[in-house]
């Protein structure tokens, strides 16, 4: 008998063993996707192995139902890297799997009694009047429901089980599963393929038949083969002259698969100066591309920091290492933080590489990522290009792994599987043997540090590819200059402005904070408007005449009066958000075009607009929230403000200098990368500030050493391991007593080495409705503090169903 380890597609930890029926010839493949019964239903899961031994006594063992899958939609490898996901993050591996598959592609399945043959022969024969009268009323109702009920509704129709059990036992009645389609499939297209050419004995035949002749024409002159919906261009009734044509054995009608494709999306006609010939490298491109290729022809693992300051041409690296990857006939992973936001990226690689690139990105729909999986998944495309969910590509003989932007904390998913994209990477390389390249201008604190301590080799390029030297940074001390009114700008930020604009350039303002107004208060009670859902105040947005909560979406309309004071024209609108700049910038420069890239205007087909009007030289004041800090190469850019630079500097995360630092030397990095110099202008209340003062100087070097010291003083990452135990539920009181119980188990926690901060509410006290408790277990041995952690959610703690608890392994969000 074989017995299956399957990871069942459900929120439960481990896998399961079944067994496989004897009767079957074949057992299922590893990876392939199975029916199993799991409680009283029916789940499907993957089988992950066929183990020597069995877990449970052969007698108990339940077997396999179905098999889902003759392809396995996993390979053995991937299946191995979202087993290694879900034991790193505690993690159940169903759920990890779920991940790796693409959406829609879920089949569910339901279990049903149904009646048999025998049971429908006892209903209208004879024999049923052996039958008690309970039990022949019972196969009645089914075969007054269509001859099977679900099992779910059977005790709603008043069926026992007992019933159900004994009928099944006398073979009237039999349980079966039925199963889902997909929600997404193939697509498909019909086919007209001419059998042979359209001779005089052809003619003679359709010779009463004119239409029909000319549509086999179209198809002839098409080549022999044309799709039947563009047959329809020309005749509107085309498909039945193919049908009658396929009758006279004139053609032949095939299905062939169609791709949807995203790229529309992500090319567009965001114009790119990427020439399809790669330039000719610089020295430093040279010497980093030198290292890498060198690791992709010997076909092992080796990972590799490549620090490069913003515009210093890390994408040509990456490009060329793939090619060199792809010569070698294998394949290539390219992350990257937000697909959508940088168009010019998607299409840099598309001018290179062609259609052999799949791009799997958010904003394509679950036909065209399904489309775009399985050509990587039948190898006929080889570079798998898209956000933190790409890692799990279904690429074979991976050659080569990017991170771009490795820093970027959107790599790290924030719910259900908690996995960091940048780490699951590294782990994937190094289980292919493949190279995996981290690139950033200012890499994470972790990855930094392992190239320092010898576990990544480090690549620099210190220089901008192009000519131009990295800009010139002024730094503004609010103390000092009083920035002016709602556009936030000083007399310095203001005067360069007016030099830029005369000179024709284009100019970006940062603030990070979208929105109009970003707190309203009355003026008379004081009463703040405060999200009902999550501990934050309400931002107005003035355009669309709303509230609006930024971390939940809960909006209301704009109040007229006071809620609790009942005063009129009492509210302050106070705090100041991008859409008010943008307002007040417009109107201190007539005579510029101003456009605004945030959220609000980022919706839709906006987001496009935007980059497209910019990159065309359609606007001269581009004002954004960090959207405008990410991987943009508009040349005419040459000014750029960061209007107030420490908004998020003091928020309680051990990170926010981390991020500040990034942030500013990121926007930076927008100004100047055409040929003309770049200049940059950072208002802040705190130049001492070493994330301010060292974006402003360019020093990375300076800003890691600064911030390594104070992160091993308190033992953070990287200089110890974290672990987040959080607590949330709609209730905060009964969030609140579990938490508590926590802490007992913490007291009673025997951990040396770790320690354990909390259990506190979290600084976003409620969330989306929910309210948010935390333990951080940190310390300098990773497996003390996995051990410390798994202990304290070992069962046994008594908690409503509506206290969640979840693990968080090497946390990136602190609040
Ligand atoms: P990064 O990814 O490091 O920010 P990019 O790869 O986007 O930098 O390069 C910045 C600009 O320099 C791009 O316009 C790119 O086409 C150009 N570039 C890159 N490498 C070279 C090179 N070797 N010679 C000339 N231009 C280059
Ligand atoms: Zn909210």
Redesign the pocket.
């Given at each position: 008998m074989d017995v299956a380890e399957v990871a069942v597609e459900l929120p439960v930890a481990g896998t399961y063993h079944y067994e496989v029926p004897a009767r079957w010839s074949m057992r299922p493949l590893v990876g392939a996707r199975v029916l199993v019964p799991f409680g009283g239903r029916g789940v499907t899961g993957i089988v992950v192995a066929y183990p020597a031994a069995a877990a449970v006594p052969a007698g108990q063992m339940r077997p396999i139902e179905d098999v889902l899958d003759d392809v396995p939609p996993v390979s053995a490898e991937l299946l191995d890297l979202c087993l290694w996901v879900a034991r790193y993050y505690e993690a159940p591996p169903g759920e990890v799997l779920r991940a790796a598959l693409p959406a829609g592609t879920r089949v569910t399945a339901a279990r049903f009694v149904a009646l048999t043959d025998a049971g429908r022969e006892a209903l209208a024969g004879a024999a049923g009047g052996a039958l008690p009268r309970r039990l022949r009323d019972v196969l009645g109702r089914v075969a007054g429901a269509g001859g099977a009920i679900a099992a779910r509704q059977l005790g709603a129709r008043g069926i026992r089980r007992e019933d159900v059990d004994a009928l099944v036992a006398s073979g009237l009645l039999q349980r079966t599963t039925a199963r889902s389609r997909a929600r997404v499939r193939p697509r498909t297209e019909r086919v007209a393929v001419a059998v042979g050419p359209v001779d005089a004995a052809v003619r003679a035949a359709l010779a009463r038949a004119p239409k029909r002749l000319a549509v086999l024409e179209a198809i002839v002159a098409a080549g022999g083969a044309a799709a039947v919906a563009d047959l329809k261009h020309a005749e509107p009734r085309a498909a039945d002259h193919v049908r009658a044509l396929s009758r006279a054995g004139l053609v032949e009608v095939v299905h062939r698969p169609v791709r949807r494709d995203g790229w529309a999306v992500a090319a567009d006609d965001v114009a790119t100066?990427?020439?399809v010939e790669?330039?000719?490298?610089?020295e430093p491109?040279r010497a980093a591309l030198d290292q890498i290729a060198r690791a992709v022809d010997d076909g092992v693992f080796r990972s590799f920091v490549l620090h490069?300051?913003?515009?210093?041409?890390?994408?040509?690296?990456?490009l060329h290492a793939i090619a060199r990857a792809l010569a070698a006939g294998k394949s290539a992973i390219v992350l990257v933080p937000e697909i959508s936001l940088t168009p010019?990226?998607a299409a840099?690689f598309r001018a290179r590489f062609g259609d052999r690139v799949a791009v799997l990105h958010s904003g394509l729909s679950d036909g065209e990522r399904f489309d775009e999986w399985h050509r990587l998944r039948r190898g006929q495309a080889a570079i798998a290009l898209g956000a933190r969910s790409a890692v799990f590509a279904p690429v074979d003989r991976l050659g080569v792994v990017v991170v771009?932007e490795e820093h970027d904390s959107s790599f790290k998913q924030e719910e259900g599987v908690r996995y960091h994209a940048r780490d699951v990477a590294l782990v994937r390389a190094q289980r292919a043997g493949a190279v995996c390249i981290l690139?950033s201008?200012t890499p994470s604190l972790e990855s930094y540090r392992a190239a320092a301590t010898g576990r990544h080799a480090l690549l620099e390029?210190p220089s901008?590819?192009?000519a131009r030297p990295l800009p010139e940074v002024d730094i503004v001390d609010l103390r000092t200059y009083q920035p002016e009114g709602d556009a936030m700008l000083t007399a310095p930020l203001a005067a360069a402005i007016d030099d830029a604009l005369a000179a024709g350039d284009q100019v970006i303002l940062f603030l990070n904070r979208r929105g109009f107004s970003t707190f309203v208060v009355c003026g008379r009670c004081g009463h703040a408007f405060r999200c009902p859902h999550c501990s934050v105040a309400l931002t107005h947005h003035h355009r669309s005449r709303k509230l609006l909560c930024h971390y939940c979406g809960h909006s209301e309309p704009v109040p007229d009066r006071c809620t609790p004071c009942g005063g009129a024209k009492t509210i302050l609108r106070r705090g100041i958000g991008t859409e008010k700049v943008a307002a007040a910038v417009g109107a201190r420069y007539p005579g510029a075009r101003v456009a605004r890239l945030d959220r609000d205007s980022a919706a839709g087909a906006g987001l496009h607009d935007v980059l497209r009007r910019v990159a065309r030289r359609e606007v001269d004041i581009l004002v954004g929230t960090q959207m405008v800090t990410k991987?943009h190469?508009f040349?005419g850019v040459t000014l750029v403000g960061v209007l107030c630079a420490d908004t998020g500097l003091s928020l309680p995360d051990f990170r926010a200098s981390e991020r500040t630092f990034q942030l500013l030397t990121q926007v930076a990095?927008r100004a100047g990368?055409g040929d003309r110099p770049g200049r940059v202008v950072i208002q802040t209340y705190r130049p001492e500030a070493v994330a301010v003062a060292a974006a402003g100087r360019h020093d990375y070097a300076w800003f890691y050493r600064a911030e390594s010291a104070s992160r091993a003083e308190l033992g953070y990452p990287p200089f110890g391991h974290v672990i987040a135990v959080r607590f949330d539920g709609p209730d905060p009181g009964a969030v609140r007593a579990v938490a508590r119980q926590f802490e007992d188990r913490i007291r009673a926690l025997r951990a040396p080495g770790v320690t354990a901060l909390g259990p506190v509410e979290a600084p976003l006290a409620r969330l989306k409705g929910r309210s948010r408790w935390h333990v951080w277990l940190r310390g300098s041995d990773r497996k003390a503090v996995r051990a410390a952690a798994r202990a304290l959610v070992a069962p046994g703690v008594d908690r409503p169903a509506s206290v969640r608890v979840v693990v968080d392994v090497d946390p990136v969000s602190a609040l």
């Open positions: 100066s990427a020439p790669p330039p000719q490298l610089t491109q490069g300051v913003t515009g210093s041409g890390k994408t040509e690296v990456y010019q990226l840099r771009d690139g201008a390029l901008r590819a192009t991987g190469d040349p990095g990368r």
